[in-house]
Antibody
Framework: EVQLVESGGGLVQPGGSLRLSCAASGFTFSNYWMSWVRQAPGKGLEWVANIKQDGTEKYYVDSVKGRFIISRDNAKNSLYLQMNSLRAEDTAVYYC??????????????WGQGTLVTVSS | DIVVTQSPASLAVSLGERATINCKSSQSVLYSSDNKNYLAWYQQKPGQPPKLLIHWASTRESGVPDRFSGSGSGTDFTLTISSLQAEDVAVYYCQQYYRTPRMFGQGTKVEIK
């Protein structure tokens, strides 16, 4: 069974940093592109970033470029999101999602339960 | 960016009746080389992550009831629930994956009338 379990969320002050983790199991993690998708409270879904199987390609939404870094450790079956210079508008539930078909498909076939990040003073 | 717009924002349908959700992209998401529409539909129930229902605009995921169907091409798409069940109460999102950034519609909340 495919499982994605996020952790690392919490309350952080504006300008602060946080590192999210996503532990993957039930599939061959190193065969898949992975993404982070976020959802502000009561709002819709926003794709944040994705990363190729071997970590050599990474893409970001404009609003987080230069502040967030996506990475992965295939030996640990883990995905990460380093978030720096956090702003109030980054407050959201952050989901880890697998991209289907093994390529940069953009089809999110499995999602974690999410971890809440709150940016507030 | 390819922006995706859904309508209506919410709708209330009687049990057993049809629910129709529309999705329009700012540019065509039909890729000429494979003749596929790069559009997906997701269902999100309260307190849960989204669930993939349909991709390639009309291909249902395994295990998704056949009362859910997707149609359309180019820039205009529709998700239809042919006979609404109580468990279908949720917010539905369309999403384009033709180009990065992947973008979602703003969501359509489906309720029971």
């Amino acid at each position: 069974e495919v499982q994605l379990v996020e952790s690392g969320g919490g309350l952080v002050q504006p300008g602060g940093s946080l590192r999210l983790s996503c532990a993957a199991s039930g599939f061959t993690f190193s065969n898949y592109w992975m993404s982070w998708v976020r959802q502000a409270p009561g709002k819709g879904l926003e794709w944040v970033a994705n990363i190729k199987q071997d970590g050599t390609e990474k893409y970001y939404v404009d609003s987080v470029k230069g502040r967030f870094i996506i990475s992965r450790d295939n030996a640990k079956n883990s995905l990460y999101l380093q978030m720096n210079s956090l702003r109030a508008e980054d407050t959201a539930v952050y989901y880890c999602a697998r991209e289907a078909v093994g390529g940069n498909s953009g089809i999110f076939d499995y999602w974690g339960q999410g971890t809440l990040v709150t940016v507030s003073s | 960016d390819i922006v995706v717009t859904q309508s209506p924002a919410s709708l209330a349908v009687s049990l057993g009746e049809r629910a129709t959700i529309n999705c329009k992209s700012s540019q065509s998401v039909l890729y000429s080389s494979d003749n596929k529409n790069y559009l997906a539909w997701y269902q999100q129930k309260p307190g849960q992550p989204p669930k993939l229902l349909i991709h390639w605009a009309s291909t249902r995921e395994s295990g998704v009831p056949d009362r859910f169907s997707g149609s359309g091409s180019g820039t205009d798409f529709t998700l239809t629930i042919s006979s609404l069940q109580a468990e279908d109460v949720a917010v539905y999102y369309c999403q384009q994956y033709y180009r990065t950034p992947r973008m979602f519609g703003q969501g359509t909340k489906v309720e029971i009338k």
